[in-house]
Structure formats: C-alpha cells, structure tokens
C-alpha cells in the first residue's frame, strides 16, 4: 500500500506552485480557487429572526474543485489549511473544513507571513487549530453588508434606479467624494499680493538674488493691491541691508516602510496604478514568481496589512545589505523602529521584500513589467526605511528696509542618505520650487536692489480627492480595514456614483449625490463617519474575543430595520429624479447643450430633445490645462483605426473637428496635458502617454525651457498636421516603407515555400496511408 500524503490546500494555483517546491515529496499542494461556499446572490441568505443564520451555500461552478479536494483529503492523514492570514482567509479555511468534512484530528491551520522556504517548513512544523474569533468577525462583515446592501438596495431601485446599490463603506466613501465637491462649489477666492526683490550687493557681479517680503517681527499678509502698493512705496525710500544670517543643518528622515494603504497610495501616485491593479499584481509577488535558477519564489510577504513592524532578521539583513552596498555612513548606528497606529490590528508585518538581495535589476528579465515597477518599489521603500537621514545645509537670509523683512532661503544636499535610493511621492503632484544658491552675505552688509514686482494671487479651492488621498482619508476616519479600500473605490466608480476626470481626480455625479443626499436624510448612521469607524472597531474586538458577534449584529439591526420601515413609509409613492449632467458639448442638430447619460456600454452623451433628436456620441473627456494656441479647453478624443480597427487616443483643442473647413483651431498632440503651467511662459505642460511616472515637459518653442521632440522620452508619434490622427498616422512606424515591402517579400516567400512543403509532405503521407490500408484489407482476405 502507497504511503499517505499530506494535503495543503491554498487559494490559487501560482501559491500551490510554490509551497510545493519548498515542501517536497510526502506533501500534496492543492488550490481551492478562492473561496468554496458563501451566501447565495439570489437572496438574503441570513435568517434574521433566527438569530442571524446564514445560509452558505457551494459556490456555483466549484463542483469538480470541491470533489477532487474531498477526495484529496479522505486520502490524505493530515489536512493543512494554508489560506491567506487574515479574516477572510481564516474564513476560506473555516469554510473548507465544514464543505469537505475534515475532522478536527486531521485539521491543522498554517499562516505564511511570507512564502520562503525557512518560513513555509517552519510555519509546516508549528500549525495552530482555526482561529474561530477571526471566522466570526468575517462572518460578522459579510453579514452586515449582505442585510444592509439587500435590504437597502431595493429601496434605492424603487426610488431612484435600478441597478444601484448601497454599503457601509461605499456609501461613506461616496460621501466624502460629494462633500468634497460641496466645499469646492462653495469656495470664495480670496485675493492677496505677494512682493518680490531682486537684490545684489552694493559691489557689481558679486552676487544676486530674490528675497520675498515676510513682514515686519511677524508674518504680514497682503489682502489687496493698495497693502502691496503702502510696502513698495515705504521701501523705495529707504536703504537695505542684510539683517540676519541663520545658517543651519537639516535632517530628514525616512518615510516607514508600506502598509497596505501607503502601498496603493504611492502606486498611484508613482506608477498610476489603480488599488485594484495594485493589489492584484502584489498578490503575485507574494504567491511566487518564476525566477531563472530558482522556480518559483514569493517576493514580498503579505501585502494586506496595517503593521509598520518589522522582524529583527529583516532589519538585520537589510543593515548588512546597505553596509556592503552603499558604505557604513549610510547605515545608521541603531536599527530604526516605527510606531504603528493605536487602532491598527497590527496582525502582520509591515509590507516588505522577502529577500532584500534580490535586486529588482537583476531580475527584471523574469518579471512583467508592472511587477517590476511594483517590486522595485517595494523594495526601495524597505531598504531606505533602514538607511541614514539625508543631510541639508539650510541657509536663510533677512533683508531689512524701512522695517519691512524681506527673506531668502535655500538648502543644498549635503549627504543624501535614504534619497539615495527612494523619495516618497506627492499628492499635490507639483515640483518643490527650487530656489537659487545664495551669496555668501553677512549681517549688516549694505544692498542694492534693482526692481520690486508685486504679484495678485488668489487662495485656491480644496483639489478633489485622487484614489490615494482618498484611500489616506478613509484610514484617517478609521473607515475601512486593509483588505476593503480597493474593492470599496472600485465599486463606487462601477456604479458610477464618482467617476475619474483629468486622469486621477475623482468626481461625484450628480446620481452620487442624488443616493448620498438620500443616505444622509434617511440612513443617517449609515453615513456617518463615526458610527462607520466605531462599527470596525467593534468587528476588531469580535477579532478579539472580547464581543459576541450576533449581539453585534442584533444590536445594529435594531436601529437601522426602524429606518428603512421609516424611509419606506415616507417615500412611500414618490420617486426621485436624477438630474442630467449637462456638458459644454452642443447637439451639431439641434443646438441644445448635450447631456451624460448612462447604457450598457456605459457613459455617453445624448440629446435631451430625444425623442424629437436622437443625436448620441462617445462622452468627452476634459482634461486639465488649455490650448496653447487660443486657450480653449482641452479635449481626449478617440479614434478608430481604418487598417486595424483599434481605437486610439489623442488630444485636441475644443475647437478642433477634424475637418479643415469647420476647424477654428488647429491644436491636436498625442502627448497628455497635465494640470502644472511651465514655470517660465506660463503654457500648459505635457508629458509622455503611457503607464508609469513622466516628466513634464514644455512645448512652447519660444519658451526658453522648451523640450524638443527628441530629448521628451518614449516612442516618437508621426506629426498628423493638425488633423486628427488618420489610419496611416496612428499606426507605429517599426520600419520604413522599404525595409517593411521587403520583410514582407521575404515572409511572403518564405511562407509560400513552407506551404508547398507541407503539401507535398500531406500528399506523401497520404498514399503512404492509403497503401497501407490496402495491404491491410489484402491481408484480411488472406486471413479468412
């Protein structure tokens, strides 16, 4: 008889792969394909007045995964759960146990907090039972958005739409995103002057520079042109001189390495990747990648997590590894420790490279693009963490006249320390303003200035919320847990209750504000940020043991079935118009302001004179900046090519058609504005199309930070005249016309050549055949 395997069952096959190869033989890897049983779609599936029973249920389509699983374990003397270790993975595991009848003896739970060789035999050896709180603060959540988006959705399908739904934390989410927009709406600018100096000493050519007016002991602002005109006048009589010299040195720190949050924060601020993509290309570098001599290897550990802790081998590892690479004055004498957030559950590890020697360089050939970028990331933010402060040398100069202060500052780097490897991203997206070195002045020293500008500014609105910030206002109110803030941002754009403008800025439409107002009015709680942060807590100590998780469930039931029986009684008959987002687009037919609407195929703008006109086109995409040219808006388009028939992007001015007799404006690039003027002409800037951090770059040629076409970057597009890009013009040119006729000669021979061949060979073996099965029939005649 064979010996017995054990069995490891995981959730996907890239992990099973993986754990296989570090376990060996007498260990059978199998992958459950995420989850096994869960609540059926086609209804509530929670017996309420029971005492909150779920009804779980096979998932459809799972039946072979689940019979072959069966029979792995019967065979099998042991059952290793390997699941993700979090809630939802503890859950999988619990579910697994019951579904496939595994007796408690033979059941063994295991946590991979990465997926190495040392951690999987050594997680193998020291299994635990299922952690049953974490299973109920799963079950808790999956109850609680079940009852509260099956019972409140339909209330929202009467009222206003179908097809739309409701959660906790998407509705929140969706609330900040329209509150935001609120704030934007209601801002009134405030004016206010700035006053600029261009000094030099007294002495010609001996040193020039700009100082900015502060004041006089105290910060002064300047709130109209009369303020600004009282200053310049004042110290256009007087003398100036330096007035002090403070010279010091500046330290800056590390940023902490990832959590979950701060890792889809700073993709979609670096790499522009979305929290869904994020997560999904980290899920694999977790799982394992086939890496050249050494199969398949997991990258980081587990990516969902809310711990800055990180285990002393890691720190000890990256220490010696800076040391070696960089040189001793790049590691600090004392390992650096974070302090993680009071309400995180801190259940992990911070987010980090398994094996920081594993250079994203040196195994670039074997990873996709996106994990690159990803892994690189990653592992620049974790070694950096670890690294010495990057020292400046800060110099800050007062000018005084008439009492006014002047001041000018600037530092230069004097040890990079960290940045020599990773500088943490932006959200505003702007460049910080460098300023010029300054002289070396002293106090008291005597000045000469040659003109004062006055400046008009106005204070602008709050920016619109971007999936990263949105992301840090979530963790900030304590919405949400790791695993939740990609899926929740999806959703909400799915709906199409906030919908992206300009490439990152998240918008409300006015259906968004239609459900949000509802939500506020009727379903309070619902919304609130607090009660939403107070309801994770309270799941976090179901996590703890310290809560029942069907009292939890009882006591928020209470309160909210009270408000739906409220809300239904109220809008009992009355049905809630969704306004139409009108566009500056005008019907070419009919002259009307075209309206967004919403179709299977999702946004696209149409007449609202239907059914009188029943003009539709593709829904234009604003973008930030104006045309260089005349100053209109900017527009994305897209086109169809007429040899491939693949869609394309460009970019053009409002005003452009597309045909040189309606045309007021010939402006058309295949380069993506961005929201950041040229600092020297003031012209919208560009950068490159395409995934990933670009650069900026002005296209004004008589702008002296002009960028040619050459020095921009990326591949270089056939100039399309002004017009929009023809089939000919979007195709990328990969050879020219008389190498591509050739090439396609030679193929062409070539393929002729293997065809005939092929035939000959087809024909060859064909009466081969046919010989053969008269010899075979000759044969069988004998034979009787």
């Not at 299994?127 to 959540?141: E, K, S």
């Not at 801002?187 to 007294?202: G, K």
């Not at 043991?545 to 408000?563: I, P, Q, V």
């Not at 086109?617 to 260089?628: H, Q, S, W």
Request: glycine share 6%.
């Amino acid at each position: 008889m064979a010996n017995k395997t054990d069995l490891v069952i995981v959730e996907s096959p890239s992990k099973a792969k993986t754990i296989g190869k570090y376990l060996g033989a007498g260990y059978e890897v199998k992958a459950s394909m995420g989850h096994v049983r869960d609540l059926p779609k086609s209804k509530l599936s929670v017996d309420i007045e029971g005492g909150f029973v779920p009804d779980y249920q096979p998932i459809k389509g799972k039946e072979d995964v689940i019979s072959d699983l069966k029979k792995a374990a019967k065979r099998s003397d042991k059952v290793y759960l390997a699941t993700d270790p979090d809630r939802e993975g503890e859950a999988i595991s619990w579910h697994l146990k019951e579904l496939l009848n595994i007796p408690d003896d033979k059941t063994y739970r295991v946590t991979f907090n990465e997926i190495t060789k040392n951690v999987v035999n050594q997680s193998i050896a020291a299994p635990r039972a299922i952690d049953q709180n974490l299973v109920d603060a799963q079950q808790a959540r999956r109850i609680l958005d079940r009852i509260v988006g099956y019972q409140l959705s339909p209330l929202l399908w009467k009222k206003i739409r179908r097809g739309l739904s409701a959660g906790r934390v998407q509705s929140v989410a969706t609330r900040l995103v329209v509150e935001r927009e609120l704030e934007i709406r209601a801002f009134v600018p405030q004016e206010y002057w700035s006053i600029e100096a261009d000094l030099e000493r007294a002495a010609p050519n001996l040193g020039a520079f700009k100082a900015q007016f502060h004041g006089r002991e105290k910060k002064m602002e300047l709130n109209s042109e009369a303020e600004a005109q009282a200053v310049m006048d004042a110290v256009a009589k007087g003398a100036w001189s330096v007035a002090r010299v403070k010279r010091q040195e500046k330290n800056r720190q590390p940023a902490p390495p990832f959590t979950t949050s701060t890792l889809q924060q700073e993709a979609s601020r670096k790499l522009n990747m979305s929290p869904a993509r994020t997560m999904a290309v980290a899920q694999q570098l977790y799982e394992g990648i086939d890496i050249g001599g050494q199969g398949a290897v997991g990258l980081i550990t587990y990516m969902r997590t809310d711990s800055l802790r990180l285990s002393d081998e890691a720190v000890a590892a990256a220490r010696s590894f800076i040391s070696q690479r960089y040189g001793g004055s790049y590691c600090p004498a004392q390992p650096r420790a974070y302090k993680t957030k009071g309400n995180a559950q801190d259940a992990h590890e911070a987010i980090r490279p398994s094996d920081v020697t594993l250079v994203p360089e040196d195994i670039k050939k074997d990873l996709t693009s996106e994990q690159f970028r990803l892994y690189k990331l990653i592992w620049s933010r974790f070694l950096a963490c670890q690294m010495a402060n990057a020292v400046y040398d800060s110099l800050s100069i007062d000018v005084e006249n008439s009492g006014y202060i002047f001041r000018a500052s600037h530092s230069s780097l004097r040890f990079s320390g960290f940045t020599a490897v990773y500088e943490e991203g932006r959200d505003d997206e702007e460049e910080e303003k460098r300023s010029s070195p300054l002289p070396d002045l002293k106090e008291g020293e005597p000045l000469t200035h040659k003109r004062l500008t006055k400046n008009q500014h106005f204070t602008q609105p709050p920016a619109r919320y971007s999936e990263a910030t949105l992301i840090r206002a979530l963790e900030e109110q304590g919405i949400g847990r790791p695993s939740t803030y990609a899926p929740t941002i999806s959703t909400i754009m799915n709906r199409e209750y906030v919908v992206k403008e300009g490439g990152k800025a998240l918008r409300p439409t006015p259906l968004g504000e239609v459900v949000t107002g509802l939500m506020k009015e009727k379903f309070n709680d619902i919304v609130d940020y607090d009660f939403t942060a107070q309801m994770e807590q309270r799941l976090d100590k179901v996590e703890e043991g310290t809560a029942d998780w069907k009292a939890l469930l009882a006591d928020f039931y209470s309160g909210f079935d009270a408000e739906l029986k409220k809300a239904e009684q109220e809008l009992d008959g009355e049905r809630i118009k969704v306004p139409d987002e009108v566009s500056e687009e005008v019907c070419p037919q009919c002259g009307r302001n075209l309206v967004i609407k919403s179709g299977r195929f999702g946004r696209f703008l149409a007449c609202p004179g239907w059914p009188e006109c029943d003009f539709t086109m593709p829904l234009v995409v604003e973008m930030p900046g104006k045309c260089p040219i005349c100053g209109g808006r900017l527009l994305k388009r897209t086109g169809k090519s007429k040899k491939t028939g693949k869609q394309y992007t460009f970019y053009c001015c409002e005003r452009h058609t597309g045909k040189e007799e309606t045309s007021k404006c010939d402006f058309m690039t295949w380069d993506v504005p961005v929201k950041d003027n040229c600092p020297v002409c003031g012209q919208t800037m560009f950068k490159k199309a395409g995934r990933g951090a670009k650069k900026p770059f002005c296209i004004n040629e008589k702008c002296s930070n002009f960028t040619p076409e050459e020095k921009r970057g990326g591949w270089k597009k056939p100039a399309a005249g002004g017009e929009p890009p023809a089939a000919e013009a979007e195709e990328k040119p990969k050879k020219s016309a008389d190498v591509k006729k050739a090439t396609t000669k030679k193929t062409a021979t070539k393929k002729t050549a293997a065809e005939k061949k092929k035939t000959a060979a087809k024909k060859s073996t064909t009466k081969k055949t046919t010989a053969a099965k008269k010899a075979e029939c000759v044969g069988k005649r004998r034979c009787r």
